[in-house]
Structure formats: structure tokens, C-alpha cells
């Protein structure tokens, strides 16, 4: 059998899957400020990391959805292996179907979503799926949070600066406003690499932002990174 990525709480398999564990999915996953009942979801869960570390700060429960057959399976193996398997849910199927078969609505949404949609495509049909924005994605994914989210939800993203900039007037568009920003660098002096925010209907006020330093100028770990994800990786456990 495969290895697994071990976690503090859990471990996931994630080789059959389009989207794996890495630094931006347990980033989001750690800065997220999920409810501590109620219900969220995930979308494009891939491996299921992020609808498990979302299992791990609440007692929410939670659905993670894909359009990868191949993926929602590992997700569900990696659901089962984990101590909140009895509300983890994984589901075959798209976005924009979801969003108009399901009758509820969800406390909090969270995503990795597809990115990259001007850079080279990679070789996989599967990564394709998971890493590109294809034509009129962007408004489906949009207008399905709109559509899925409750009036006093929140939906938490990462995603490239460039896409930060085109989304979130998608966003705005349907009453939906960034109220905390996080802007992600790999090392001291480096182009930004990511922005996570958090957003709601009607907000008015100013986000909240912040900064946040993968490596520092040494190359290792920065303390506010090893503080961000101390609840989910070993490294933070002194050993």
C-alpha cells in the first residue's frame, strides 16, 4: 500500500488524486477560521485534506466534492481513516451541478480551486481537470457559492495574485466582499506566490490583512508559518 502524508490527527494518500497534499491547500486549510457547528464544503477536494483539517477545527459537518472519479475515491479511503469519518462526506460530481441539485445551504465554503488557466498546461487530463480554469468556470464557481452559501457564511479561497484580481469583482458582483486577506510569500524579497481570503455577503468595512513568510532569510521554516500550521504538522510537535 501506499504511503500516507502523516498529520498530527490524520494521514492521506494522495497518489491517485489530481490534487495533492501541498503547501497551499494545508496553508488555507490552517489560516481558515471554520464554525464550530453547522456545515461546509469543499470543493474540488481532491486527496480530502483540506475537508479533513476543516473536520479537525470544527464540529461541523462537512461535504467535499470533485469531479474526478479517481480522487473522490482516495478522498473517501482517506475520510474513512480518519477519527471524524462519521461526518465526512465525499461526492462524485461537479460544481455547478451540485450547486443546483443540493437543497441546503452551508456555513462556510472552502476551495483550492482551479488556477493557472494562462500558464502551460500540464500532461494529465487529471491535472488538467484540477489546476485550469476552463471557459466560464470562474462565473459557474462564483455564482455556485452565491447559490449554496447561507446569508451568514463565509467562503474562504487561495489563489494566484493575478486571479485574486479578476475573481473578486465576480465576487462583488453578487454582494460577496473579502473580509480578511492574507498575501503569501515564499521567502524575504520574493513576488507574491498567493492570497488567501475569506469573504461574505455585505461587508463593508476594510479587509483585514496580513503577510505571510513561508522561509525565512535563512531557508527554513519561519516561526509564523511553524505557528499557522502548529495544529497539523509534526515538525511543530519538537520532533
Not at 470543493?43 to 473536520?55: E, F, K, Q, S
Not at 462565473?139 to 494566484?160: M, N, Q, T, W, Y
Not at 473578486?168 to 524575504?188: D, L, N, Q, Y
Amino acid at each position: 500500500m501506499a504511503s500516507a502524508f502523516r498529520f498530527k490527527q490524520f494521514q492521506v494518500r494522495d497518489q491517485q488524486s489530481t490534487m495533492r497534499v501541498g503547501t497551499d491547500a494545508v496553508l488555507l486549510g490552517a489560516w481558515a477560521r471554520p464554525p464550530e457547528n453547522g456545515s461546509i464544503l469543499d470543493i474540488g477536494t481532491g486527496c480530502g485534506v483540506l475537508a479533513l483539517m476543516m473536520a479537525q477545527k470544527s464540529k461541523a459537518e462537512i461535504i467535499a466534492i470533485d469531479i474526478h472519479q479517481e480522487s473522490i475515491q482516495q478522498a473517501q479511503e482517506n475520510f474513512r481513516m480518519s477519527p471524524w469519518h462519521n461526518r465526512l462526506i465525499a461526492r462524485h460530481t461537479g460544481i455547478s451541478e451540485f450547486s443546483v441539485s443540493y437543497q441546503s445551504k452551508f456555513n462556510y465554503i472552502i476551495s483550492n480551486p482551479p488556477f493557472f488557466n494562462n500558464s502551460l498546461k500540464p500532461f494529465s487530463e487529471g491535472r488538467i481537470l484540477a489546476r485550469h480554469m476552463q471557459p466560464g468556470f470562474a462565473e459557474d464557481f462564483v455564482r455556485s457559492i452565491h447559490r449554496l452559501l447561507e446569508p451568514d457564511g463565509k467562503a474562504a479561497l487561495i489563489v494566484p495574485p493575478e486571479n485574486y484580481e479578476s475573481i473578486v469583482p465576480r465576487f462583488e458582483t453578487h454582494g460577496i466582499f473579502p473580509v480578511r486577506k492574507a498575501f503569501v510569500f515564499s521567502k524575504p524579497g520574493s513576488a507574491m506566490r498567493r492570497v488567501m481570503f475569506e469573504a461574505a455577503f455585505n461587508f463593508t468595512s476594510l479587509p483585514v490583512e496580513e503577510e505571510i513568510l513561508i522561509m525565512d532569510e535563512n531557508l527554513a521554516y519561519s516561526e509564523t508559518y511553524k505557528n499557522l500550521t502548529a495544529g497539523f504538522y509534526l515538525f511543530n510537535n519538537g520532533g
